[in-house]
């Protein structure tokens, strides 16, 4: 399986985000670090290298449209929190280190829907890579693929969050 909500394998690359939407943005892992990219073009807008990277989190949502700023009013008219949804809410944000700050780039979600279960396995995947402190082992093409075939067909349940890391843990030997 090549595709984890947001998360998908592109070539011989994951990336977050779509990268072929027209006018978008997206995030390619690399063995340095995540490039920042506009779409079309040959080079990237931003680069971290995984060195910096102390805590890693993703945002995302269900649709393609709750990622504009009809999202974003809707969740202002709603004043929940309970759904993600408006501008920033396909995104990965970072501390970082080097100095100490807080990183943040959007990506451009894609025309597919995102199911409830990938949203919820992405982010407690990121959570635990940066609980593990291994964020890095993002830019291993090879090693992602492995963990991502073993948790995208986990349930939505609280222990897949414990198996989760049991997979990173056994993936990383």
């Known amino acids: 399986m090549g595709q984890l909500g947001p998360l998908?394998?592109?070539?011989?690359?994951?990336?977050?985000g779509d990268p072929e939407r027209a006018g978008g943005?997206?995030?390619?892992?690399?063995?340095?670090g995540m490039e920042h990219r506009a779409n079309g073009t040959a080079e990237p807008l931003e680069v971290l290298p995984w060195s910096?990277?102390?805590?890693?989190?993703?945002r995302t949502t269900y649709r393609a449209w709750m990622a504009t700023r009809g999202g974003t009013a809707l969740v202002w008219a709603a004043q929940s929190d309970a759904i993600d949804m408006g501008r920033d809410a396909c995104s990965v944000h970072a501390l970082v280190r080097h100095p100490y700050d807080d990183w943040y780039a959007r990506y451009s979600h894609h025309e597919?829907?995102?199911?409830?279960?990938h949203?919820?396995?992405?982010?407690?995947l990121f959570r635990a890579l940066s609980e593990a402190k291994l964020t890095h082992r993002l830019g291993d093409a090879e090693w992602l693929g492995a963990v991502v075939e073993q948790v995208a067909p986990l349930?939505?349940?609280?222990?897949s969050v414990r198996r989760i890391r049991e997979i990173i843990a056994a993936v990383s030997v």
């Not at 394998?9 to 994951?14: I, N, T």
């Not at 597919?112 to 279960?117: D, I, S």
Request: charged share 25%; with cysteine.
């Open 25 to 32: 943005m997206c995030l390619v892992l690399t063995a340095e």
């Open 112 to 117: 597919r829907r995102y199911t409830g279960v």
């Open 52 to 58: 910096r990277v102390m805590e890693l989190g993703i």
């Open 119 to 124: 949203i919820y396995l992405v982010i407690e």
């Open 8 to 16: 998908e394998l592109v070539g011989d690359r994951w990336v977050i």
């Open 155 to 159: 349930p939505h349940r609280r222990s």
